[in-house]
């Protein structure tokens, strides 16, 4: 777990304490560490807290195993009066009325059923719990994928108003060599186009972040109108070979582990129904109270009894019961394969789209380097009449078009460094507790 920590956890435990809700000094918006948003999505969050309740269900399951072993104790009561007298050797004997009650106490002395029931009622409290942390980290990677969308969103929000920036000192400068005579109209209206596109590339960017934090609101629980966030610590690819990987997440993805239970029940079920060829012994304590009792009986008596069934026959249902959960024994080994197969593709997946993502990476950091430049020299050169508005507008262009590419490729990068985490079953660790 230790070794898990230190090299899976940056998520959590690099990010900087913050309190929920803090305000700004200067902004007074209210401002979200991802943190923040992970212990709201844990107190609000329906699915989250079904699962809860789900646990609390699961932990009944031993209490109606035990059951099968307890006393019970009833009481039956009865009234019975003939309509007719009843004749005995040629003489009427008039019938009376009789009530009694019956005090009976049963003991289940044994009970194959009990140790199988038993054996599936912790096992299903463990999967409750397995199927508790897999939708903890589910909901929480949904709430880090939106908030990871917000600081995306925010990045081409400063981009598109960078773009509008540049195009309006280009304008600003074609007007002023319009007026001079040193350029022609043309050059004056491509800017103002220059302008009009970057407008709308704010106002999309804008959009984008608005309908990003709206997706945050509704997943944790946000109540402020607006908010903003703060950026999480870098995240960096793992120095681990694959083969460490998949066997860490075939010991940690609740969801093979919950396969692995599901194996386990199907193997229980069969030692149920094998326990319904049993026999079973079963001790009793009657008393009887009667109002008014037979000749043959008394107003009150103890009767104790052992009484020992013996199933001979069902019409076969026993045997149609063992071989459908022989079945299901093989289908749940079959489901089981299937998702150890899942996650090892999984893995090896993550781990090649973040060395493509590296890469792509890496190559747009330098078209925005090499983009900066141009337009530097360009815009030096328009200035001194060596360049045209069209090369102007062709660097400014494509500038803004390599620093989009870098933020999405930034970002994108990011998020599949965190479904590395995801897909090796250690993203936000330390948040899968329960007491």
């Given at each position: ?122 096992g299903k409290i463990d999967r409750s719990m397995e199927a508790y942390y897999q939708i903890i980290q589910d909901t ?296």
């Amino acid at each position: 777990m230790n070794l898990i920590k230190l090299f899976f956890l940056p998520v959590l435990l690099l990010f900087s304490p913050f309190v929920p809700g803090q305000l700004s000094a200067q902004e007074k918006v209210a401002v979200y560490s991802i943190e923040d948003t992970f212990t709201l999505a844990l107190q609000s969050h329906p699915r989250i807290l079904s699962a809860e309740r789900q646990i609390f269900k699961s932990r009944l399951l031993s209490d109606k195993a035990r059951s099968e072993i307890l006393p019970r104790l009833n009481i039956y009561g009865f009234y019975q009066r003939a309509d007719d007298d009843i004749e005995y050797k040629n003489v009427e004997i008039e019938a009376d009325e009789q009530s009694g009650v019956d005090f009976s106490l049963a003991q289940p002395l044994f009970n194959a059923k009990y140790f199988p029931l038993k054996e599936q009622a912790l096992g299903k409290i463990d999967r409750s719990m397995e199927a508790y942390y897999q939708i903890i980290q589910d909901t929480l990677y949904q709430v880090a994928e939106t908030y990871y969308q917000i600081l995306q969103a925010e990045e081409l929000v400063r981009n598109a108003e960078e773009y509008e920036k540049l195009a309006t000192e280009k304008l600003h400068v074609a007007e002023i060599k319009f007026n001079a005579g040193n350029v022609t109209e043309d050059v004056k209206i491509r800017s103002e186009l220059s302008i009009v596109k970057a407008k709308g590339n704010l106002l999309e960017a804008q959009n984008q972040l608005l309908l990003a934090k709206d997706i945050l609101k509704s997943r944790v629980g946000i109540k402020e109108a607006d908010f903003a966030v703060q950026s999480p610590p870098e995240l960096f690819p793992p120095h681990e070979e694959f083969s460490i990987l998949f066997d860490r997440a075939l010991e940690l993805r609740s969801d093979y582990r919950m396969a692995l239970h599901d194996v386990d029940f199907a193997k229980s079920d069969i030692k149920l129904a094998k326990a319904k060829f049993y026999p079973s012994l079963e001790g009793t304590v009657d008393y009887y109270l009667y109002n008014d009792p037979a000749y043959d009986e008394d107003s009150n008596y103890l009767l104790a009894a052992v009484r020992l069934k013996i199933p001979l026959y069902d019409g076969g249902l026993r045997f149609t019961e063992l071989k459908e959960k022989s079945e299901n024994l093989q289908q749940a080994d079959l489901a089981l394969m299937e998702i150890k197969d899942a996650i090892k593709i999984e893995v090896k997946e993550a781990l090649l789209n973040i060395e493509s993502y590296g890469s792509l990476l890496e190559n747009s950091r330098k078209q925005v380097e090499l983009a900066k430049k141009t337009y530097e020299i360009t815009n030096t050169r328009f200035s001194y009449g060596a360049a045209t508005g069209l090369e102007l507008d062709q660097s400014i262009t494509t500038l803004n078009v390599v620093k989009t590419d870098l933020i999405n490729s930034t970002f994108e990068y990011q998020m599949e460094l965190l479904n590395l985490h995801k897909v090796v079953g250690n993203f936000v660790q330390e948040k899968l507790k329960f007491e």
